[in-house]
């Protein structure tokens, strides 16, 4: 309605957890591709952590925050730009250890549980970095390009998952951006604000290869290889 869209647009929501906004980067990227009549899309990625974030959960209140990402994609001439390739992996070790609303959709609906808040369990967050290892090995193996011929705009969740990454694969401090001391997890769209500080401080520019990483709560892990 604010935007003014034709009554042909295609409207809709959808929910990966944290990894939402980057998995419909990758389906409207794919789709566009086979769909050239799609000359723009905007993708919108939005989190409200402040309004569901309990005083006592020291996870979600003191790491936690509110923000919103919105970005077009648009047709283009140029040969080889845009999505190039994606790889997900599933494992549901940790489907229990972050609810919202805190005992489950069933109960909540039922009216018989807390609709309220968050609820976090601790977990080791370093069970995702092995998959990680092997997604972005694989991604990279397939189009020949080596861990420093990219940069990467990741999930802010965890530091140390950064640090991480970046010491199995031997990359730069700039190839590797980070906001998370600056603006706490702000979830769906931290890799793309990543990205937005990426490229207003000169570390992201056209033509660069860029590796889009996110963890949805359960967990699902979602790469997405790029080219800005």
Avoid at 9 to 36: F, H, P, R, W
Avoid at 87 to 99: D, P, R
Avoid at 122 to 129: T, Y
Avoid at 140 to 164: G, I, M, T
């Amino acid at each position: 309605d604010h935007l003014k869209g034709k009554c042909e647009t295609a409207v809709y929501d959808l929910n990966g957890n944290c990894a939402g906004m980057t998995i419909a980067l990758e389906q409207v990227s794919q789709y566009m591709k086979v769909n050239k009549r799609i000359q723009k899309a905007l993708i919108v990625g939005s989190d409200l952590f402040s309004l569901i974030a309990h005083e006592d959960d020291p996870l979600a209140y003191g790491c936690f925050g509110d923000g919103a990402v919105a970005m077009i994609i648009e047709q283009t001439e140029e040969e080889n730009v845009g999505y190039v390739d994606s790889l997900y992996h599933t494992n549901t070790v940790f489907a229990e250890t972050m609810m919202f609303p805190a005992e489950g959709f069933t109960k909540g609906i039922r009216e018989t549980g807390d609709l309220k808040n968050l609820i976090t369990i601790p977990i080791d967050g370093n069970a995702v970095l092995e998959p990680t290892y092997e997604m972005f090995e694989t991604l990279l193996k397939r189009h020949n390009l080596k861990p420093s011929d990219v940069k990467y705009c990741l999930s802010q969740f965890a530091l140390n998952s950064l640090e991480n990454i970046k010491q199995h694969f031997n990359l730069s401090k700039e190839q590797v951006i980070y906001v998370g001391d600056k603006y706490g997890y702000i979830g769906t769209s931290s890799p793309f604000l990543a990205l937005h500080e990426g490229i207003n401080k000169g570390q992201i520019t056209r033509g660069d290869y860029l590796m889009f990483w996110t963890i949805g709560t359960g967990y699902q892990l979602t790469a997405l290889l790029y080219k800005y």
